[in-house]
């Protein structure tokens, strides 16, 4: 039984030593053995690999894909005319010599993304400190994206290589920092109050321009109105007068007493009317006395 459990004790120290000298590299990653701290091999191609047991070689990996940093600083940057900016960049970089890499920047991704976030942070400033905001805004921002992956790429590549490749430099953003933003703001929204107000002038100046223009037509109008009523009155009044004329007279006697039906329906046009007078010696109510209409000159 002591036999067998030994047996199987050794089986299984075999199979982990075994197992620590075995490693997969992955085909996204470098893999690198370490002898006693020292950088003994780099493995770049995948697939199954032997090294000795720890303590003797350990492994470690280091991502070979295309990495992205971006921007984490909003400090303000000073354009040529000292205008405050603040910029939003990334980079894509990779790492393409480990062992460069690994004696320079350090073991792992994070320590590359921090030096070159400096570096690129730096670039970036010397550059725009030498545009216009108007020439960060143009075609030339292609031009300077371009000298700040040079100025990157001249030092990482310097007298100790960082062992990464910078393959693009892109400016997301430009903006003025928010205490210019909101003046700016501020001078655009007067501006448009003013071309507002400017507006509302003119058209209340066209308003009543219109006003007055209809007004003055409107009483030319009235005015004319009133002239032609008045002319077709006239005429109708002058017209009335001489049929009234030529009526009476053909028949005084008809018009003495239609003239005074016409002074009757005056005087009593209300109910409450009164009026006291001697029918007697009247001349007014002759014709109610009468059997007709009264004639002028008899009794």
Do not use: H
Request: glycine letters at 6%.
């Amino acid at each position: 039984m002591n036999r067998l459990g030994f047996i199987f004790s050794s089986i299984l120290f075999v199979l982990a030593i075994a197992s620590s000298t075995l490693f997969v590299v992955d085909q996204r990653q470098f893999g690198v053995v370490f002898a006693l701290g020292q950088i003994k091999d780099v493995i770049t191609e995948p697939g199954l690999n032997f090294k000795l047991p720890p303590p003797f070689q350990n492994v470690s990996y280091i991502d070979k894909r295309l990495l992205t940093l971006d921007s984490t600083d909003n400090e303000p940057v000073l354009t040529a005319e000292k205008q405050r900016v603040v910029i939003d960049w990334y980079v894509r970089w990779r790492i393409s010599e480990p062992t460069q890499y690994i004696r320079n920047v350090g073991t792992t991704e994070a320590a590359g993304a921090s030096q070159l976030n400096r570096v690129v942070r730096n670039a970036f400033q010397e550059e725009i400190n030498k545009r216009t905001v108007k020439e960060l805004l143009s075609a030339k921002r292609e031009a300077l994206m371009d000298d700040v992956k040079g100025e990157v790429l001249s030092q990482v590549r310097g007298a100790k290589p960082w062992g990464i490749d910078v393959v693009d430099v892109r400016i997301t953003r430009v903006d003025y920092v928010d205490a210019i933003t909101e003046s700016v703001y501020r001078r655009m929204e007067a501006e448009r109050k003013r071309v507002a107000n400017e507006l509302r002038s003119t058209g209340g100046a066209e308003g009543e321009k219109i006003r007055a223009d209809a007004d003055r037509q409107r009483e030319v109008t009235v005015a004319n109105a009133y002239r032609d009523a008045q002319k077709i009155k006239g005429e109708g009044d002058a017209e009335a007068a001489r049929i009234y004329s030529e009526s009476f007279g053909r028949d005084p006697q008809f018009a003495q007493f239609y003239r005074s039906l016409d002074a009757y329906k005056a005087s009593f046009s209300k109910k409450s009317d009164v009026m006291v007078l001697d029918p007697s010696s009247s001349d007014f109510f002759k014709t109610m006395r009468g059997n007709g209409p009264a004639v002028a000159g008899k009794k």
